[in-house]
Nanobody, 121 residues
Framework: QVQLVESGGGSVQAGGSLRLSCAASGYVYCTAWFRQVPGKEREWVASIRSDNWSTYAASVKGRFTISRDNAKNTLYLQMNSLKPEDTAMYYC??????????????????WGQGTQVTVSS
């Protein structure tokens, strides 16, 4: 069992930046960020594999950067040029093996508790 703990959320004005972190209690092969607003389905944002291969949703590509520090078992999401539509609860997720980059929440075994990001116009 792997525990995931997110941090780094907060409030920022449009055009600003935030960096989210997700500390894992152990090694995980594939990690990802999702986000969710009330009343909507949880949306995949980006995934990264242990060899640093990564993939992004079209809505964040070029603005967000996913990275990981394998020595620290920590996942990051650098968010730049934030927009009001980026406002959501952000969750990190992980899967111990298998293909990486799935947009389906069913694919992921472990989830964090979420951190809120609010972008004002």
């Amino acid at each position: 069992q792997v525990q995931l703990v997110e941090s780094g959320g907060g409030s920022v004005q449009a055009g600003g930046s935030l960096r989210l972190s997700c500390a894992a209690s152990g090694y995980v092969y594939c990690t990802a960020w999702f986000r969710q607003v009330p009343g909507k389905e949880r949306e995949w944002v980006a995934s990264i594999r242990s060899d640093n291969w990564s993939t992004y949703a079209a809505s964040v590509k070029g603005r967000f950067t996913i990275s990981r520090d394998n020595a620290k078992n920590t996942l990051y999401l650098q968010m730049n040029s934030l927009k009001p539509e980026d406002t959501a609860m952000y969750y990190c997720a992980a899967v111990p093996r298998g293909p990486c980059g799935s947009m389906s929440i069913a694919r992921y075994t472990y989830w964090g508790q979420g951190t809120q990001v609010t972008v004002s116009s």
